[in-house]
């Protein structure tokens, strides 16, 4: 092989790799955005289930505001998602407030020997 051989020979196997980092680079980014897209697709069922939960009063208003806290910082610090999100913290609270304002009720249950006991509950 002469050197001009050489020298095609490298140019077209200069350009045979060129061509083949940019299909790696493509390969690549596709399945970056592919993780991307099933990353924010799992945060937002996740988001919709316990924002379903603690809407619709299937937990606790302790376990919401837990809830609630845990994801504060992700959520953004002003718009319309925080004005949302301070919402349903604000109506938690009231709800944690007012289970804790309710007064401690006896109630007269029966015990084994047929007498009335009295238990405390809320």
Known sequence: MNENEKRDKL?????RKEKLAKQIAAIKKAAEQSERKADAH???VLGAYYLKMIESDKVTPESALNILSAIDSGVEKVGVARDRFEAIKA??????EAKRAQ???AIQRPNVSGTAQTNVSQ
């Open 11 to 15: 140019e077209e196997l200069t350009k």
């Open 103 to 105: 007064p401690v009720q």
């Open 42 to 44: 799992l945060k937002i």
């Open 91 to 96: 109506k938690k609270l009231a709800q944690l």
